[in-house]
T-cell receptor, first 114, second 112 residues
Framework: GAVVSQHPSWVICKSGTSVKIECRSLDFQATTMFWYRQFPKQSLMLMATSNEGSKATYEQGVEKDKFLINHASLTLSTLTVTSAHPEDSSFYIC??????????FGPGTRLTVT | DAKTTQPPSMDCAEGRAANLPCNHSTISGNEYVYWYRQIHSQGPQYIIHGLKNNETNEMASLIITEDRKSSTLILPHATLRDTAVYYCIVRVRRGSQGNLIFGKGTKLSVKP
């Protein structure tokens, strides 16, 4: 399958700081990227959908001002967790798709807020 | 998108076939059956998908019943590395659009 990378793979930050996570589609130009969040022993929950060049669409209950998503190019999307708090500690996973391609996932980023 | 029902967990002996069932009794005519798996602390991995015909690839086989209300993912020779949570998802295939809605999946444990 296609390769999607995420950076960093894990990050520890202090409460109140901001953290940026990058998602790159390496094999194809992704017109759409998704951001998911997964808490321990739970399934993946969709946070937002982003299409290249337009504003992201957030799922109900996800604060758009707290989770800033930028999809500036067909191969890169970023998720910035602003003013992080311990309850934002989670496993963040992105995925990429495009016409003719299935949805391929990145390896995930483990965020720990202390 | 239709919902699916999967057993929460299954065991399988290494080298044997793993048969993972999925019920999707409310599936619509234009909805596909997708299977993904998630190995611990990794992102989900695409396995296979189908509409109504049985499908096979290098990873697995997908058997869909004639009425399309259920399906079975078959891993022909399970290995320890196949231990993962397997998700059955049904959705309309809209080209590049359409997020995946993950249920709780089946935790498959392959034992030596």
């Amino acid at each position: 399958g296609a390769v999607v990378s995420q950076h960093p793979s894990w990050v520890i930050c202090k409460s109140g700081t901001s953290v940026k996570i990058e998602c790159r589609s390496l094999d194809f130009q992704a017109t759409t990227m998704f951001w998911y969040r997964q808490f321990p022993k739970q399934s993946l929950m969709l946070m937002a959908t982003s299409n290249e060049g337009s504003k992201a669409t957030y799922e109900q209950g996800v604060e758009k001002d707290k989770f800033l998503i930028n999809h500036a190019s067909l191969t890169l999307s970023t998720l910035t967790v602003t003013s992080a708090h311990p309850e934002d500690s989670s496993f963040y996973i992105c995925s990429s798709t495009s016409e003719g391609y299935e949805q391929y996932f990145g390896p995930g980023t483990r965020l720990t807020v202390t | 998108d239709a919902k699916t029902t999967q057993p929460p967990s299954m065991d399988c002996a290494e080298g044997r076939a793993a048969n993972l069932p999925c019920n999707h009794s409310t599936i619509s005519g234009n909805e596909y059956v997708y299977w993904y798996r998630q190995i611990h602390s990794q992102g989900p991995q695409y396995i296979i998908h189908g509409l109504k015909n049985n499908e096979t690839n290098e990873m697995a086989s997908l058997i869909i019943t004639e009425d399309r209300k259920s399906s079975t993912l078959i891993l022909p020779h399970a290995t320890l590395r196949d231990t993962a949570v397997y998700y059955c998802i049904v959705r309309v295939r809209r080209g590049s659009q359409g997020n995946l809605i993950f249920g709780k999946g089946t935790k498959l444990s392959v034992k030596p």
